[in-house]
């Protein structure tokens, strides 16, 4: 045996020997010292892992709840990017006129209080919440696009069939798959497949709703007040005979529950109910004031005399536009370019905030009315904003599109089994149960959120949280308004030889 390999058997790994079993070398004390990578004497060992947050900063989920108005998100990024902080993750999706703003930022838990003061103070915030230290179900989505030729498309299928994620676009060199999950799901995902190459990502933000004890007392009053309050609609149900308001009839039912109630009055003589999403502005009862939602929201002919259900107008001046923007991943980025609509009067209906395949670009999904000539113009406007890499309105072209709700409705036992069949028809999964509340997960295309949600608010409805749309072009080329748009097939069909 010889001399090196005599000194590598007696040699023990974490034992102290002066050898180094990784480079195969005898050292002393003086000629080797392990590197520190960070300055604080991590050596980096890789059982370690990537590098931790230190000091007192940590990553915080805060609930925002606003009303619906033109630049309030820019309001709410603004006062994040005036302090040097870079929002992670931002989840944006309208529910009649309220959202929730599920934001994720670094920061310390001082820090954290001061924003939540200074974004508390803008008009049309409702309330706000950090709901870091407490149990919520997180999830998100991801589009992802994927390099896959033929003789690696197995594979691909195999990754995607254990991380339970689904095709929506197949190509000649490529797949496009959706995936929904907690973040470390949709991370590890990601990883599974750089090894083909990925091509693009969108994701949403990041959706939070916080878990419900098995019973609560107060939640429980709650529940009762909304049985109240839907007993209350149908009993004034049609009292206002001169012209059919729906508002009007939630109004009266609602001031009807709290008088029956005995709520106490607050200091302006008006009641409160203590909903989630409490009213601050006690001249004007509205849907805020109101725990259930308005059927009317969906456009599915619930609520009304309709016996057929509409498509939209595909030529109407004003439709939804699509628009994919790349940026750099760098603090009030997100603020400048959503100043570029709020300045001009936009109001963006929802906006998804995720990194893109490398975690220093980030890709913003937004819809926003207008048409094809403003939206051109608005595009070059956003070009113009430092860090904005590129600007699309993918309107026109064939593209995919999902987002990811999670809504938390009254279930007591007599109706679980009810709402657990509509969840398998939606393809829809239960992601927390309570005594009498159930927290359901659905993705898909907007139409078939906003189904489920009409279908499911008879039972009650007490949390929504929407991501907004996110959405990447079809590598094939087609979809069915591709197909409605062009005068024969045949045409399409020589464009793919």
């Given at each position: ?215 609560s007392e107060a939640r429980s009053r ?82 009304t005399d309709k016996v057929d259900i ?82 699309q309105d993918i309107t026109n072209t ?100």
């Open positions: 045996m010889s001399a090196r390999a005599m000194v590598r058997a007696d040699a023990v790994r974490g034992s102290g020997d002066d050898y180094d079993l990784d480079s195969g070398v005898t050292r002393s004390d003086d000629a080797w010292q392990p590197t520190s990578y960070d300055g604080t004497g991590n050596t980096g060992d890789v059982y370690q892992g990537p590098a931790r947050l230190t000091g007192d900063l940590r990553r915080h989920t805060v609930l925002v709840y606003v009303a619906d108005e033109t630049g309030m998100i820019n309001r709410v990024a603004g006062v994040f990017a005036r302090r040097g902080y870079n929002i992670e993750s931002l989840a944006v999706g309208l529910n009649i006129d309220k959202a929730i703003f599920t934001i994720s930022v670094i920061c310390s838990d001082v820090d954290v209080v001061k924003l939540i003061k200074q974004v508390n103070k803008l008009a049309k915030v409702r309330k706000v919440e950090n709901v870091t230290d407490k149990e919520c179900v997180e999830r998100g989505l991801m589009l992802i696009k994927v390099k896959c030729e033929p003789e690696n498309r197995s594979q691909v299928l195999e990754v995607n069939r254990i991380f339970r994620a689904s095709v929506v676009d197949v190509a000649e060199h490529s797949l496009t798959m959706a995936v929904t999950g907690d973040p470390g799901k949709n991370r590890a995902f990601q990883s599974a497949l750089m090894k083909f190459g990925v091509v693009q990502v969108a994701r949403t933000g990041k959706l939070a709703l916080k878990r419900e004890p098995v019973y709650r529940v009762k007040l909304m049985e109240a309050m839907r007993k209350a609609k149908d009993a004034v149900s049609g009292l206002n005979t001169k012209e059919k308001n729906a508002k009007y009839e939630s109004v009266l039912a609602s001031r009807i529950v709290r008088a029956v109630a005995g709520m106490e009055h607050d200091d302006d003589g008006d009641l409160n109910i203590g909903d989630v999403y409490s009213t601050l502005e006690n001249d004007n009862i509205g849907v805020w004031d109101v725990p259930v939602l308005s059927s009317s929201f969906s456009g599915m002919g619930l609520g509409d498509k939209p107008d595909e030529n109407a001046k004003y439709t939804p536009r699509t628009l994919s923007i790349l940026v750099d991943n760098r603090p009030g980025v997100l603020d400048s370019v959503t100043g570029v609509f709020a300045r001009r009067g936009y109001n963006i209906q929802s906006l998804g905030v995720g990194p893109e395949k490398s975690f220093d670009i980030s890709r913003i999904s937004t819809v926003v009315p207008g048409t094809s000539e403003d939206i051109a113009m608005l595009l070059k406007q956003i070009l113009k904003v430092p860090y904005v890499i590129s600007a064939p593209f995919v599109e999902r987002e990811l709700m999670l809504i938390k409705v009254v279930c007591p036992r007599t109706s679980r089994a009810e709402v657990i069949d509509l969840c398998v028809m939606f393809r829809a999964k239960v992601c927390d149960i309570s005594e009498d509340t159930v927290t359901i997960e659905v993705s898909g295309r907007q139409r078939k959120i906003n189904a489920i949600q009409a279908l499911l608010e008879p039972y009650g409805i007490l949390e929504v949280a929407r991501s907004g749309r996110v959405a990447l072009a079809r590598d094939s080329g087609v979809d069915s308004k591709l197909l409605q748009a062009i005068a024969d097939e045949s045409h399409y069909d020589r464009l793919l030889e």
